[in-house]
């Protein structure tokens, strides 16, 4: 096969119109009609035990801290994986399939007149195509010119408590980072190279201009403006929100609570915006996001994930969550010395999590400790310390049938090992 080792005028240019032309007349993602859905595939060789994590001598965890990229974040419904594997047998034009999937995922969310959704690779892919989108618009020229910004606005107004890490996704463009910390300042901040204003969603408590007036002050100045939420799911509606405040740009994690792909995410925004970002991320070549491939397989999946998170009973899901995290907290507690609390994070793994303590006169072991002896006991349990509070926190979301049984009786065995 021969690839292109130039973006050419006309694939740049067929791409704009398969968009413009997607958006307003539906196509069919398939060409050839589908095999059959049931059809199962004897495994043979790798994989052929059932755990292909222990064929290659990386344990499995239960998961104790909620969805984390590192742990691999969530685990996906039977149903994704079905439809994923529908996508894997067909091949389709990804720019259509980008636009027709984003126009379902806005009818499903029910967003604003002329807002659409891009499917990514995970969020942080989704803040980088976003801001390249809004810096380039759909310039050639200046898509293949980033990270170098000549020509373009160079600068993207921030909050100094919301700086963190995935700001990297922002600076990854060539763009300089503004920091502010009053309406005041970011007045005096606001001048001809302000291209875009960032909000980090979860550290919306810990900045003086909250979600609500940041986007007031963005339309005030006639600057676009990113909300990134990540993990702010659930509540559901932080699906539409955020759009309906008036961002223009809102990212979010598809394998999260979603339960999507791990490797996809959500942008939803304005449709023109929207469509920047298209265009400066695979499959289009010479652009900064090319690398960020996302296979027709997730972006199926992160449609499939969402119709099923839509339609799930989330106060029932609270419930059996809290039961969970109830049922450990009786066995643990039966050790003199340990105390529980339950909370709920306010953003950001918004669901039901326990905090563990102990009288350390009454049992030696640390929480540090107690942490690194679950993660080394078999099978490995991951759980730390979280949300600032002292001892253990966990979470029960992610555990699967039955794992809480063991959480309990594994963290009651450390614990009374360790009594004085």
């Not at 996906?76 to 636009?99: K, Q, S």
């Not at 676009?224 to 740009?249: E, K, Q």
């Not at 394998?255 to 942008?267: F, N, T, V, Y």
């Not at 105390?339 to 306010?346: E, Q």
Request: charged fraction near 20%.
């Amino acid at each position: 096969m021969r690839l292109n080792s130039k973006w050419n005028r006309r694939s740049f240019l067929g791409s704009v119109g398969a968009i413009a032309g997607s958006l307003l007349a539906p196509r069919k993602l398939f060409s050839r009609p589908s095999a059959a859905a049931g059809t199962s595939t004897q495994v043979s060789g790798f994989g052929q035990t059932g755990n292909p994590y222990e064929e290659l001598g990386v344990p499995t965890v239960i998961n104790c801290e909620g969805t984390m990229t590192v742990l691999g974040g969530s685990l996906p419904h039977p149903e994704l994986e079905a439809v994923m594997t529908m996508a894997g047998r067909h091949f389709v034009n990804i720019p259509d399939l980008e636009v027709a999937a984003g126009k379902r995922i806005a009818e499903m969310l029910k967003l604003p007149d002329g807002y659409t959704a891009l499917v990514t690779s995970g969020a942080a892919a989704a803040i980088q195509s976003g801001l390249a989108g809004i810096l380039t618009g759909g310039k050639e020229a200046l898509i293949r010119q980033l990270p170098d910004l000549t020509g373009m606005k160079s600068e993207v107004i921030i909050q100094k408590s919301h700086r963190n890490p995935f700001d990297h996704q922002l600076r990854s463009t060539g763009i300089k980072l503004i920091e502010v910390e009053t309406p005041d300042q970011l007045r005096a901040a606001v001048n001809e190279r302000s291209a875009m204003m960032h909000f980090s969603n979860f550290a919306n408590a810990a900045g003086q201009i909250k979600v609500d007036e940041w986007v007031k002050l963005a339309k005030q100045y006639n600057i676009p403006c990113m909300n990134d939420a990540a993990a702010d799911t659930p509540p559901v509606s932080h699906l539409w929100d955020y759009t309906n405040m008036g961002y223009d740009l809102v990212t979010f994690s598809g394998g999260k609570a979603i339960r999507g792909p791990q490797c996809a995410g959500l942008l939803i925004g304005r449709k023109d915006t929207v469509a920047n970002a298209l265009l400066n991320n695979s499959p289009h070549e010479d652009t900064l996001g090319r690398s960020q491939k996302v296979g027709k397989e997730e972006i199926l999946g992160m449609v499939k994930a969402l119709e099923l998170f839509l339609a799930e009973d989330h106060e029932a899901l609270a419930k059996e969550w809290q039961a969970r995290l109830e049922g450990i907290s009786r066995e643990i507690t039966k050790v003199p010395g340990v105390t529980t609390s339950f909370f709920v994070p306010d953003i950001a793994n918004h669901v039901p999590h326990m905090s563990i303590t102990w009288d350390a006169s009454r049992i030696s072991v640390t929480p540090q400790q107690a942490s690194k002896l679950l993660r080394n006991s078999k099978p490995s349990i991951v759980i730390g310390g979280g949300e600032g509070r002292p001892g253990l926190a966990m979470c029960s979301f992610m555990l699967q049938s039955g794992e809480d049984k063991i959480v309990a009786e594994q963290l009651s065995r450390v614990l009374r090992e360790h009594a004085v």
